[in-house]
């Protein structure tokens, strides 16, 4: 069967499972609705956490665990807003989206939506930045695993993915433009965010007060459902692949060994492939829909657990 066939075959068996699951339940359609709920859910209950860890109600440990369950449902309203599937407001829009910017403390979501935006056009390719920046095609070792837990050392990547560009560039392709308009009256945030990490872990060793509430209420929280999406988004897709090859571009990471990470990140190894086939769909109805049509991607060629993919670093070997 032909990658085109294949590609439509995934895409019309994904497009009915998801007209189903709103035939049978009516609300999971009203984005807008639903959306907004899990926003408003989401802050309150990371509100609460906070509350709950300073009057001494919830142990450190379980506060870290809940708040960055709390940020991957943020983090997944962020991917989708970035593709514009609900609250087109724009006043609406951008408190959203600053809320979420600042609940990850990471890079702002106007920037990370040109790279995502970018990905799809140029998954697995030499000129991926999204996904080469936490790793994506790299040998297994210190730099990748430095990678996956602290952001900023992307910058060792970001040499060859410009040289990439540039030779897709001399061949003919646009240049990508990263920067979205106020670009530069956000990287002072950006880099304030990306760095207190490592600031507020320091200053915690020379007992600051602030530092301890700070690392437990914010910086631990992201840290953890960061380094779990990573080694889920990073290790799905797959490098040295046809140019437009939806079929290749991901696997399905369903293995019970993941479920540890898939816990922290709304199952984004198993179903992230769901998305690239069906990009105009909430998470939350991708999530539900996946295990209807998980046999119909595996029959048409996308590949469900290549473990060898971790070992030889993402590459698709028959």
């Known amino acids: 069967m032909s990658h085109d066939s294949a590609t439509s075959t995934i895409r019309t068996a994904i497009r009915n499972a998801d007209a189903q699951l709103i035939e049978r339940h009516p609300w999971l359609g009203r984005d807008d609705a639903v959306a907004m709920a899990l926003f408003v859910g989401s802050v309150a ?39 514009d ?13 600053t809320t979420i910017w600042f609940a990850k403390a990471s890079l702002d979501p106007w920037k990370r939506g040109r790279l995502h935006l970018w990905h799809h056009k140029v998954s697995g390719q030499g ?39 540039r030779a897709r560039v001399a061949e003919g392709a646009r240049r990508p433009e990263m920067d979205p308009p106020m670009n ?20 915690w060793l020379l007992g600051a007060a ?10 631990l929280p992201n840290t953890l459902r960061h380094v779990c999406i990573v080694l889920m988004s990073a290790n799905s897709h797959y490098v040295d692949i046809p140019r437009g090859s ?9 293995h019970w060994m993941f479920w540890p990470f898939q816990f922290m990140c709304w199952n984004f190894g198993a179903t992230h492939v769901v998305h690239h086939f069906f990009v105009r769909q909430a998470f939350w109805r991708r999530t539900l829909v996946f295990r209807e049509v998980r046999q119909v991607m595996v029959d048409n060629g996308v590949r469900a657990n290549d473990l060898a993919s971790f070992t030889n670093a993402n590459r698709r070997v028959a």
């Not at 599937?85 to 989206?97: A, T």
């Not at 602030?210 to 910086?219: D, G, K, R, S, T």
């Open 45 to 83: 209950f990371l509100g609460a956490c906070a509350v709950g860890w300073g009057m001494g109600w919830v142990p450190t440990l379980a506060t870290i665990v809940l708040i960055a369950l709390g940020i991957s449902v943020l983090h997944e309203m962020e991917h989708d807003l970035i593709h």
């Open 85 to 97: 599937l609900y609250l087109p407001q724009p006043v609406v829009r951008i408190v959203v989206l």
């Open 210 to 219: 602030w530092a301890w509430p700070v690392l437990v209420l914010w910086m």
């Open 246 to 254: 939806l079929v290749e571009q991901n696997q399905i990471l369903d």
């Open 127 to 165: 000129e991926d930045v999204e996904e080469r920046l936490i790793g994506m095609g790299m040998p297994w070792g210190i730099v990748r695993v430095l990678l996956t837990v602290f952001p900023p050392l992307g910058w060792v990547v970001m040499p060859g993915v410009r040289d990439a560009i």
């Open 184 to 203: 530069r009256y956000r990287k002072p945030i950006n880099v304030l965010f990306l760095s207190l990490p490592v600031v507020s872990f320091v200053a």
